[in-house]
C-alpha cells in the first residue's frame, strides 16, 4: 500500500465526472488500499478516487470500527434533513454550512464486484452525499449556503484543540 497526493480545489480533474468501474481485477483493488491509506493519513472521513487524481467511481468512508469501500455507488433512498458544517480534504483549511438528506441508503459494488447495500444516518449520511457528489466533479463548497471566515475557522480549530487538550 502507498499514499497518494490529495489533489486541491482549482485543479480541473476534481470537476469532471468520473466513468464506472467496469474491471475488477488487482489495479481496482491497489487504488483502494491507497485510497484508504490515504484518507488515513489524512485523518478524513472519506475520499472519493477524483482526489487523487483518478476519474473512476471509488469511495472510501472511515467509520470508525471500519472503513468501507463503494465502486459504483447510487443513493437509493433519502429523507429527512441535517443542517451543518463540512469540510474537504481537497478544499484545506475551509468550512461551509450544508443541507444534507439525515438518512441515506446507497447501493455500491465492493472490490471483487459483488453488489450490497449500505444505509447511514447523520455524519454518514452527509458523508455518503459528499463523496458521490466528488464523482460527479461537484464540490461542497458550490452547496454551501454560507462559509465559515477566517476568523471563525480560526476559533473553531482553536476550541477543537482546547477540547483534545481536556480529554
Ligand atoms: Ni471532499
Known sequence: MATRNIIIEGNPTLAKKSRSVTSFDER???LIDDMKETLVQANGVGLAA?????????????LGEEIIELVNPRILEQSGEQDGLEGCLSVPEKFGMVKRPNYVKV????RHGDWFEYEGEELIARCFCHELEHLDGHLYTERAY???TQEEYEDMVRQEKEQEEKA
Open 146 to 148: 454560507r462559509m465559515l
Open 28 to 30: 481496482l483493488a491497489t
Open 50 to 62: 477524483p482526489q487523487v487524481g483518478v476519474l473512476r467511481r471509488v469511495v472510501v468512508v472511515d
Open 107 to 110: 447501493e455500491a459494488q465492493d
